[in-house]
């Protein structure tokens, strides 16, 4: 038995997170490339999905580790590559699809698209365009949350290339200054857009940086969601009794280029054929193996998240598109519209 | 200070801080993030506050212009209603990310499921002997964002009143207090209110149409007393709020007169004032001039820094050029 196995239902609903994580980056990637047929729809001929798709393909036990432990009214910041996060938190995935196609029956209305994908109503409070911008946000909401005295916490998720902006220092400065409730997670995957982050970073990383500010740092294989399970269970419930922030730094890697048209060229071959060897759906596949789990169990949870994901593309492919005048609503009450 | 009808003579940092103060009463969810707010502000504009509300409602920080921004942005998500103090203008700049691409774009970028009703607080203008990077006027660089509100006001009573309207808004509203007007003092009204987006006309006139806000305000109305003396009657009108501006007022007024003359403190090229003049000459072709400062940084001599300065008689001598 490993080390972190959970019972056998919360195994097969971390595996089930990480399944419908993947095949909604598998069929985001094939929508933004010419069409959705590959995915076993009708052949279309037509990108789907437009401009820059951030994939979290081969990251899925980072968010599925973490946000199992979390509520509705916890709240969530994420970062460009926020699918998954967004997923993880309990966000509708026809929704999320939806915003993808830029449809009106997305979260947004089409106005934000992959890189703003967000889910208020589960406290998912949104992906963002900028790296390290959702680390201030997370802060203010965790401050928010003490000033008000809610039982709720903050999660922060953002990559290694994050570290090296100062709001991260600013952020973790913050929250510690007003022992935040508030679990920063460096969902660390070694890349930079399309620069390896070791080189550009001076010092030990997310941890390194966290422990020199007082917030303890944990580090874990973020490739196996039975050890981030283990290790956000501790630190979730740590933050949450009020004894301030904490830092989960979970080693992963980033299995597609920087955005969905990237081929990652500039990438040795054989590191990515090192991380797929540690992929963590077949690595906790495995583990449920091991466990005794069938794998009819595990293979009909894979048919039904993709069975989900079809439907939810179908969806969005016929849902209807945003009416040209929302392009002039929610910019700003005071003179909307009359003053555009 | 109990609520009064009759006006109290105060100071354009006083009328401030008790805007603060009232909205601070009114409601529980309104908090104070910044530099030195607790020791009452750099200018006085929160003096008493942590006193009466507390370290937990008037919250000091570190210097971290980007998380004070961004904090306040995710306060503001999480209902809270955030008083952003950035010290002055010129820092706001580190927490350009967390304004222009957080707060401005939250509620739009994801249709509506967030507003962020902060106001970020950030004194502008020259400050004697302040040189280049504490005597700047960006206003026009917030008016041109989409998702901004930018109030400039340019007294007491304005202050008090514009503030309250500024905290009351459910969208982020960029408040540009001037550093010379602190001490300005006039009887204060706590009752009037001033809606965000209503000019305020000054002086009466057919000649010409003033406009300008701000400090700059003042600097005016210098001018149109010295002109008056020459037979020349303006029409001063002070924006108060650069967006959403008042064309109504603006416009009518273009419409009488035929002449318009935009004055502003900040540098002249790609200012608010040519937003103002193009719109006025495409609706009304009425003749057209700004004045602004010339294109340079602030400087630190006062022979250096008063080249930045647009004062009285540069304006009046502006004023009869257009009107000959």
């Given at each position: 038995m490993d080390s972190h196995f959970p019972d056998p239902g919360r195994a097969l609903a971390l595996y089930r997170t990480m399944a419908r994580i993947r095949a909604f980056e598998n069929a985001a990637e094939i929508a933004s490339q010419g069409g959705v047929s590959a995915y076993g729809q009708q052949a279309t001929g037509s990108v789907r999905v437009r401009g820059p798709l951030h994939l979290s393909t081969g990251q899925?036990?980072?968010?599925?580790?973490?946000?199992?432990?979390?509520?509705?009214?916890?709240?969530?910041?994420?970062?460009?590559?926020?699918?998954?996060?967004?997923?993880?938190?309990?966000?509708?995935?026809?929704?999320?699809?939806?915003?993808?196609?830029?449809?009106?029956?997305?979260?947004?209305?089409?106005?934000?698209?992959?890189?703003?994908?967000?889910?208020?109503?589960?406290?998912?409070?949104?992906?963002?365009?900028?790296?390290?911008?959702?680390?201030?946000?997370?802060?203010?909401?965790?401050?928010?949350?003490?000033?008000?005295?809610?039982?709720?916490?903050?999660?922060?998720?953002?990559?290694?290339?994050?570290?090296?902006?100062?709001?991260?220092?600013?952020?973790?400065?913050?929250?510690?200054?007003?022992?935040?409730?508030?679990?920063?997670?460096?969902?660390?995957?070694?890349?930079?857009?399309?620069?390896?982050?070791?080189?550009?970073?001076?010092?030990?990383?997310?941890?390194?940086?966290?422990?020199?500010?007082?917030?303890?740092?944990?580090?874990?294989?973020?490739?196996?969601?039975?050890?981030?399970?283990?290790?956000?269970?501790?630190?979730?419930?740590?933050?949450?009794?009020?004894?301030?922030?904490?830092?989960?730094?979970?080693?992963?890697?980033?299995?597609?280029?920087?955005?969905?048209?990237?081929?990652?060229?500039?990438?040795?071959?054989?590191?990515?054929?090192?991380?797929?060897?540690?992929?963590?759906?077949?690595?906790?596949?495995?583990?449920?193996?091991?466990?005794?789990?069938?794998?009819?169990?595990?293979?009909?949870?894979?048919?039904?998240?993709h069975a989900e994901v079809e439907a939810a593309l179908v969806a969005a492919a016929e849902a209807p598109w945003p009416d040209a005048a929302a392009a002039f609503t929610d910019v700003q009450t005071t003179g909307a519209g009359q003053w555009h | 200070m109990a609520l009064t009808t009759a006006p109290v003579d105060m100071s354009y940092a006083e009328a401030a801080a008790l805007a603060v103060q009232r909205e601070m009463e009114a409601d529980p969810k309104v908090v104070v993030i910044g530099e030195d707010v607790g020791r009452g502000g750099i200018f006085g504009q929160y003096k008493g506050l942590q006193q009466r509300f507390g370290d937990q409602r008037v919250i000091d920080t570190p210097i971290s212009e980007a998380a004070i921004m961004g904090a306040g942005v995710g306060m503001a998500l999480a209902g809270l209603r955030p008083v952003v103090e950035m010290r002055v203008v010129d820092f706001a700049l580190c927490g350009m990310d967390e304004l222009v691409n957080q707060a401005a774009k939250n509620r739009f970028m994801f249709g509506g499921q967030g507003r962020v009703p902060l106001v970020a607080r950030m004194p502008g203008g020259i400050w004697d002997a302040s040189a280049a990077q504490h005597s700047q006027s960006l206003e026009a660089w917030f008016a041109h964002m989409p998702g901004l509100v930018v109030v400039c006001p340019s007294t007491p009573q304005d202050n008090h009143a514009l503030l309250r309207a500024a905290m009351q808004c459910g969208d982020p509203v960029v408040y540009i207090e001037h550093k010379a007007l602190w001490g300005l003092r006039e009887p204060v009204d706590e009752t009037v209110t001033i809606p965000l987006g209503q000019a305020a006309r000054l002086r009466e006139g057919t000649a010409l149409t003033l406009v300008s806000w701000g400090k700059q305000v003042h600097a005016c109305a210098e001018a149109c007393a010295a002109l008056a003396d020459q037979g020349i009657a303006i029409d001063l009108i002070d924006l108060r709020t650069l967006w959403p501006w008042d064309r109504e007022t603006v416009l009518e007024s273009c419409g009488r007169t035929q002449r318009l003359l935009v004055v502003h403190e900040a540098v002249q090229a790609a200012g608010f004032g040519a937003e103002i003049a193009a719109t006025a000459a495409e609706a009304t072709g009425c003749r057209i001039a700004r004045l602004g400062a010339p294109r340079i940084p602030v400087g630190y001599a006062a022979v250096l820094e008063a080249q930045s300065r647009v004062g009285a008689e540069a304006i009046s001598a502006a004023a009869r050029r257009l009107v000959d």
């Open positions: 899925e036990a980072v968010p599925a580790g973490v946000c199992v432990h979390l509520k509705p009214a916890d709240y969530l910041t994420s970062t460009h590559r926020g699918h998954g996060h967004t997923l993880a938190k309990g966000a509708d995935l026809r929704r999320m699809m939806a915003e993808l196609f830029g449809k009106a029956t997305g979260f947004n209305g089409g106005k934000g698209g992959s890189m703003h994908i967000a889910d208020f109503s589960v406290g998912m409070l949104g992906a963002n365009g900028v790296v390290a911008a959702g680390l201030p946000i997370a802060v203010g909401a965790a401050h928010a949350q003490k000033l008000q005295k809610k039982d709720a916490i903050t999660v922060c998720f953002f990559g290694d290339g994050a570290i090296n902006r100062g709001p991260f220092l600013e952020s973790l400065n913050w929250a510690q200054v007003y022992g935040l409730p508030v679990l920063f997670v460096c969902e660390d995957n070694r890349w930079s857009a399309t620069t390896a982050s070791g080189p550009m970073t001076a010092g030990d990383g997310a941890s390194a940086r966290a422990e020199a500010l007082g917030i303890a740092a944990t580090q874990v294989d973020g490739n196996d969601v039975f050890a981030v399970h283990a290790a956000a269970a501790r630190l979730v419930d740590t933050v949450r009794s009020g004894s301030g922030p904490r830092l989960l730094h979970a080693l992963t890697y980033r299995v597609k280029g920087h955005v969905s048209v990237d081929p990652a060229a500039y990438r040795d071959p054989a590191e990515l054929a090192a991380a797929l060897d540690t992929d963590p759906i077949a690595r906790a596949r495995a583990a449920c193996l091991r466990a005794g789990i069938a794998a009819a169990a595990l293979d009909g949870t894979d048919a039904d998240a | -």
